[in-house]
């Protein structure tokens, strides 16, 4: 079987890195093909973190950039591994796989099935034209009758969104790994990076790409409102984007308190970013659209409270599991957060709907086993 992406950075790296070496441990012959993007780790840094599996640049199979480029990649890729099974994730990986593999453009060779995970429909943007989003929604009612494809949904939103375009739809939902404990070996380094130790008022945590997708200008504001009133809390983002010269900009010309008490740090080791999460007073999390984010559930693992946006794909798993506060703007946030800091029993009650949710709908085994069931072509329910 395959797992094809081109959006092999953050959260869908991160998912692919977590469910395709225990498919191949469970006996399936795994090959992972991504589609490399300018920030995509190279082929040698990758390889190592799926044991087991086979990792495929598709690059060279169709050198260049652009959607026409990666379809025929991916169509090379199909020719040669004639995979049984193909389970393409992410928007763009979806739209390319379904056009080869529709009955009059489709290799010699087709797979048995073939599942998409949109981790989020391209028409969801908000960074682009309506014109545009109309586009990405009218190829997706299209390509959503591709013969013999299956949309696996990755949270109950987007399970609600696909149903209406009338194809075949199963609820395949992320999950993480519940932690026994914080990783011991992470956690000196931790303590020595700037803003970890917190501050007496707390630590507010929130992690992605610095993108407009991730929004981390609405942290910006957020932070600044809560530390007129609570100074002492500390804010740290973790993650690297387009965006660092404007976040940069913008901080050089707050109040030297803002500037104190916000710290942006590029990636971390994964162990080194859960540990910090482990720490957090509460993570605030401000996407404008997205599917539903690993870094949420990571939150809801360790029981630690959510201040969410309102925003496709995660305030409503918040809304329905009871872990945390919904905003619309940063004034909310803001005010939440607040909230939150001032109230050790809310903040706990939180949590621990978060960490039901996360050993039960969200869990980590419930996903492989229904992974396992899918591949293995059993009855979509």
């Known amino acids: 079987m395959a797992m094809v992406t081109e959006a092999s950075g953050g959260g869908v790296l991160a998912w692919l890195k977590s469910t395709a070496p225990p498919m191949a441990a469970r006996g399936f012959d795994v090959t992972v093909a991504y589609w490399p993007r300018p920030e995509t780790p190279p082929l040698e840094t990758v390889a190592p973190e799926f044991p087991g599996c086979r990792v495929v640049d598709l690059g060279p199979l169709s050198p260049g950039r652009g959607p026409a480029r990666l379809a025929r990649g991916m169509r090379v890729f199909l ?18 796989g379904r056009v080869v593999l529709w009955p009059r453009l489709a290799p010699a060779y087709r797979p048995r099935v073939t599942y998409y995970s949109p981790a989020s429909f391209a028409f969801l943007r908000r960074d682009v034209s309506l014109p ?16 013999a494809t299956i949309c696996l949904a990755t949270s109950p939103h987007e399970s609600g969104l696909a149903r209406r375009f009338g194809g075949p739809v199963a609820d395949c939902f992320n999950a993480v790994a519940t ?18 130790q917190g501050g007496p008022d707390g630590l507010v945590v929130s992690g992605g790409r610095l993108e407009p997708q991730k929004d981390p200008l609405f942290m910006l504001d957020t932070a600044v409102r809560v530390l007129r009133e609570r100074p002492g809390t500390r804010f740290v983002w973790v993650g690297s984007g387009s965006l660092r010269a404007q976040v940069d900009e913008r901080l050089r010309r707050a109040a030297p308190l803002v500037r104190d008490r916000l710290t942006f740090l590029p990636w971390l080791p994964q162990d080194q970013f859960l540990a910090l999460l482990s720490r957090a007073t509460l993570l605030l999390h401000t996407a ?32 329905q599991e009871g872990c945390g506060l919904v905003a619309h703007r940063p004034e ?21 709907r978060g960490g039901a949710a996360a050993r039960g709908p969200y869990s980590f085994d419930r996903l492989l086993s229904d992974l396992e069931r899918f591949y293995k072509g059993d009855e979509v329910r």
């Open 132 to 147: 545009a989003r109309l586009a990405f929604w009218a190829a997706e009612a299209i390509l959503s009758r591709t013969p």
């Open 332 to 352: 909310d946030a803001a005010a939440h957060v607040l909230r939150l800091l001032g109230s050790a029993e809310l903040r706990g009650e939180l949590g621990l």
């Open 179 to 196: 932690p026994r404990s914080t990783p011991g070996d992470a956690l000196p380094e931790i303590l020595a990076l700037s803003g970890a």
């Open 79 to 96: 020719e040669r591994h004639r995979p049984e099974v193909v389970h393409l994730v992410s928007s763009w990986a979806g739209w390319a």
């Open 288 to 319: 404008r659209w997205e599917g539903l984010s690993l870094v949420l559930l990571e939150a809801m693992a360790r029981e630690v409270p959510i201040v969410v946006r309102r925003g496709a794909g995660c305030h409503d798993v918040v809304e």
